[in-house]
């Protein structure tokens, strides 16, 4: 084997390594601004893929992760943008997510808080998405492109309308024991 | 449980055995995705920006235009210090104008939002400046020519090397065409609630079905097997209280009718009684009874009695028979209206017109109510933002019954636009 070949291989295994760990965060990120998982899934596997033409420069990067999620946004962004243009006048209003009894799992809780997030505006869904999952301030505004100041703007409004929903969805009192 | 409590639920989530699986095949499918793009030749980076975002140029200017750019969205900038305002060849383009032939300032910025949206605008960006919070709205800009462009503007407030708030920036996208879709989408429900609200006092739950649920009878019984379908029509349809005379007459031929039939109020003046598992003559002689019975009976619905002209058209069904609920019906209501014009009570149908025979019997109705100005029209003006003219007028046909008068859409047919429609295909 030669050395440009063994170089190839360990790109392949590490960029396999990242994909395993991490696809499945990158379409939770995703799911969280859009309910069409067909999107989101054509939305990830075109990023991975160009992910993988430039694997040799990301994986350099401290948190190649955070190239994945600004670059799968913006393939959502423009997928979404494409699919209005060719069915705007079939666009119907997204049914709010409802759920009638306290999350019983962490799935639950997960799909819940996806809803929720879907029932904000776009940046607002993407900055909580991301500060849920340990980013830092600075982080998501370099992440998605926003001032600062809006990261944190962002960040209250949403909690306080998570809250508002939980509470409408009947389940906004403190657990029994905390 | 409280908000806090889901989100530790949310976050202590560990993939499943399902997600694991799933995981595993799609990088298997990017990395043979990613062989065959290469094979192929495929330009696979774009305009993906390929910098790391966590480092490099970290100025918040550069990161949202450039982040602006990717997203090919305007941008336009108010810098507090100097009260310059800047914007970008995209935002030029968004306001119709090419880059660089407006110089952009404050007064100008104001100038090319549509005048009834210019004070949000500015009552918008007040508030972000005062508050230092980000926001968001959508307003109009009016490019040469006037016409209307619809832009959704997030504003956001910058914050300077010194840690103060140093002006704002608003990044902005040409969002007409959703916004047209949200309002065609607003008019069509409040089409639907106009045509709800017309069909209101008709059907109730215990009593007659409506027109819609009297269909679904009438095809549930067609599957189950065979029988008849009886449209009996009423005149006069007024009267001081014509709601609270239909309903007298709906129970009168409840009343009548056998306990098993279902009943439907088809219209002003007009009830159906499906008779299942019956014979054309015993349905015959019961129509005709309860036909005799609504002629001698006197109605009260207002300060005066009322005796009512009544006619009946019946057609006999088999079990899976080619014609739909809508054929039979029409069929029935082309043979009352047989009846009503030979003098007779009645008109029976002993099996469902043949397919063009009712086509014409259609179009020879439609060709009459037009000779005898039977229908009336209503324009609506289409507006086009985009142009910020009115490019077409939509028009809605309605048909108009034996008093002159216009029948609610849902009475006559399933929606305006149907009944439009079957005018269009039967004239033509």
Redesign the interface.
């Known amino acids: 084997m030669t050395a440009a070949e063994r170089r190839l291989a360990e790109l392949d295994a590490s960029f396999e390594d990242f994909c395993r760990e991490n696809i499945v965060a990158v379409e939770r990120f995703l799911r969280s601004q859009c309910g069409d998982r067909e999107l989101v899934q054509e939305a990830v596997q075109e990023t991975l893929i160009t992910a993988r033409d430039k694997w040799e420069e990301i994986s350099g990067y401290e948190k190649p992760l955070a190239w994945v999620y600004k670059t799968a946004r913006y393939k959502l962004m423009n997928e979404q943008a494409r699919q209005r243009r060719e069915a705007t006048a079939t666009l119907d209003e997204v049914p709010s997510d409802r759920l009638v009894a306290p999350p019983a799992d962490s799935r639950e809780a997960q799909e819940w808080l996806l809803g929720c997030l879907r029932r904000l505006p776009e940046r607002q869904a993407a900055v909580f998405a991301l500060a849920i999952e340990g980013w830092t301030d600075p982080e998501i505004a370099r992440i998605l492109g926003m001032a600062d100041n809006t990261v944190r703007s962002y960040k209250s409004t949403v909690r306080r309308r998570l809250k508002e929903f939980a509470g409408d969805a009947g389940f906004g009192t403190p657990a029994r024991g905390r | ?7 530790a ?8 055995v399902f ?2 699986a ?3 095949r ?2 298997r ?3 043979q ?2 062989a065959r ?2 094979a192929d030749g495929r330009d ?3 305009d ?3 910098r ?4 490099g140029d ?1 100025g ?1 200017i550069p ?2 235009t ?3 750019q ?2 090919k969205l305007g941008t336009v900038r108010w810098d507090a210090a100097t009260n310059e305002v800047t914007w970008s060849d995209e935002m030029s383009l968004i306001f119709g104008r090419a880059p660089g032939v407006v110089r952009p300032c404050i007064e100008t910025l104001y100038r090319l939002v549509h005048p009834d949206d210019a004070r949000r605008v500015r009552e918008a960006t007040g508030t972000a400046w005062v508050r ?3 926001t ?1 709205l959508t307003c109009r800009v009016v490019q040469p020519g006037g016409i209307t462009r619809w832009v959704h503007c ?1 504003i ?4 300077g090397a010194d840690g103060e ?1 140093a002006g704002l ?1 608003g990044t902005t996208q040409d969002v007409t ?2 916004e ?2 949200r309002q ?2 607003e008019r069509r429900a409040r089409r639907r609630a106009i045509v709800e609200q017309a069909s209101d006092g008709l059907g109730p739950g215990d009593g007659p079905r409506d027109r819609t649920a009297f269909s679904d009878e009438i095809d549930r019984a067609r599957r189950a097997g065979s029988g008849v379908l009886l449209v009996i029509a009423t005149e006069p349809q007024g009267g001081t209280d014509p709601d609270r005379l239909c309903a007298l007459v709906a129970t009168f031929v409840m009343k009548l009718a056998r306990r098993n039939d279902i009943c439907g109020l088809l219209g002003p003046g007009e009830f159906g009684v499906l008779m299942p598992g019956i014979g054309l003559r015993p349905a015959t002689s019961l129509a005709q009874t309860i036909v005799e019975k609504l002629r001698a009976q006197l109605f009260v619905a207002g300060p005066h009695g009322l005796r009512l002209g009544a006619w009946g058209g019946l057609v006999r069904f088999e079990a899976h028979d080619e014609s739909s609920s809508i054929d039979l019906l029409i069929d029935a209501e082309s043979a009352w209206r047989h009846a009503k014009e030979t003098g007779a009570v009645l008109k029976a149908l002993p099996r469902p017109a043949p397919a063009d025979e009712r086509q014409e019997a259609w179009r020879t109705r439609v060709r009459a109510a037009v000779a005898g100005n039977g229908f009336t029209l209503y324009t609506q003006p289409i507006l086009d933002l985009r142009l910020n003219q009115i490019t077409r007028q939509e028009i809605l046909l309605r048909t108009l019954n034996d008093a002159g008068n216009p029948v609610p859409p849902r009475r006559c047919s399933t929606s305006p636009s149907t009944s439009t429609r079957r005018c269009r295909s039967t004239c033509g």
């Open positions: 449980m409280d908000l806090d409590d889901i989100l639920l949310a976050a202590s989530h560990k993939p499943t997600e694991r799933s995981a595993s799609n990088t499918w990017v990395q995705q990613y793009a290469k696979l980076v774009g993906v920006d390929p790391d975002p966590l480092n970290t918040e990161r949202i450039r982040a602006a990717l997203a230092r919070t980000a968001e997030y956001e407030v910058l914050t708030p920036i065409e959703l047209l879709a065609e989408r």
